[in-house]
């Protein structure tokens, strides 16, 4: 019989923001995947690292971090592979995700190619924004409040379109993911909607380098891991 | 020194998906607070009930669920008092929140009230929403999809200002939250829009109750604790 694919949900990087399914799948497991940026250390081995038996199976995944996507589709092909042998085997993988496997999460790619045949559950976990809320004091949404995700990727080139300009004027709440090279690009964007003010930038969150701040005594640079939380909302509660 | 006072999202309901920090916040409290609907158990309350200390001093905030906002107000100005009475006493309150705290979550509501004399802190939980994702094996969202949040009342009286319909049409992936009585309206806005074979209805995630359905073949009422996905991206990693 085949083993079980767990994608399992590791919160934002603080570990005691993993949910005790999460932990107690990866204390208990005999084969464990990660990614891996070519020639880093893992980040979402990092996070989970204390609960890692030293006599489990490690897979590191090294994904290339290009703009073209084909390196990187050629690398989960092979790290599905990897995983394939060990589930044939009979054996469970529990493979580790940064913050929420589903929600801008690399399990997916592993997910697409292996969910017709295997037997596959995912462990949702705390995501990067709800945490940023969290860190940063600031109600996400209340009651009917619209909440709008946008990576910041899509505001390079996005003058014409209009596409991101709408949403910042339009939704209640506005939560903008991935800032790193694209910063610049997104920080004329919402100070040309006159935002800057509602504005706050998160670095880390929940990790020992988090940083707060107001959008606008942020730093010329972001690093990936970063987002921006714009709250229209007036205090809903008084 | 007053107490101080914590907000802990506790996940979509399964005990299992409560995170550590949650865990142990509970394990060790004196005093805990949550929401109760009047005259019903509370839910928060049920999904930590495992970690519920025999010792621990229990406030049940009795939450009237009106239309009209203001008997609930009256009901947290109420809250804050018995909270305030215990922090001032050097007591630390844990608040038991379902979901995340700040994600349309009710500990809002203290929050504000207390956030300017106390010492808080927020503990992100796994929300509803991406707990509903992992159910229904329907990865949300991956590169630079645009996710859109739209809580169900917002679609009733909709018909002139074609705000949800634009999301409808213009975002690759739409949550929509908190069915409850307006399950019909958002049901034909989706149907209006093409897009009822992409949307899966989801209630109850992670619970024993839990009922995952293709939206063409959910049932004719939806509770509150239920929602809509429509996930428009194509297999992003073929």
């Known amino acids: 019989m085949s083993g079980t694919l767990y994608g399992v949900g590791l919160g934002p990087g603080d570990p005691e923001l993993i949910t ?29 690292a204390d609960l890692i038996p030293e006599t489990a199976r490690e897979i590191a995944m090294n994904i290339p971090m290009t703009v073209d996507r084909g390196p990187a589709q050629v690398a989960y092909d092979l790290a599905a592979v990897a995983v394939r042998a060990e589930l044939d085997a009979g054996r469970d993988v529990v493979v580790l995700c940064e913050g929420d496997p589903f929600f801008y999460g ?3 790619y592993l997910y697409a190619r292996l969910k017709a045949e295997y037997a596959i559950e995912v462990v949702p976990g705390v995501t990067s ?19 709008t995700i946008l990576p910041a990727p899509i505001f390079a080139g996005s003058e014409t379109d209009g596409g991101p300009a709408r949403v910042l004027e339009q939704s209640d709440t506005v939560v903008v993911m991935k800032l790193g090279r694209h910063f610049g690009v997104v ?19 929940s990790t020992p380098h988090e940083v707060v701040l107001p959008l606008s005594q942020a730093p010329e640079k972001a690093p990936y891991f970063s987002m921006i939380l714009i709250v229209k909302g007036a205090d809903p509660w008084l």
Do not use: Q
């Open 20 to 48: 005790r399914k999460a932990a107690r799948l990866i204390e208990k497991a005999t084969v464990i995947a990660y990614p891996a940026l070519a020639g880093e250390a893992s980040l979402a081995r990092s996070i989970a």
């Open 106 to 108: 690399s399990f997916m």
């Open 129 to 147: 924004m709800t945490a940023c809320a969290s860190v940063a004091g600031l109600p996400l949404s209340a009651r009917n409040e619209v909440v």
């Open 187 to 205: 920080r004329a964007a919402i100070d040309a909607a006159g935002l800057t003010d509602k504005a706050v930038y998160i670095e880390r969150a």
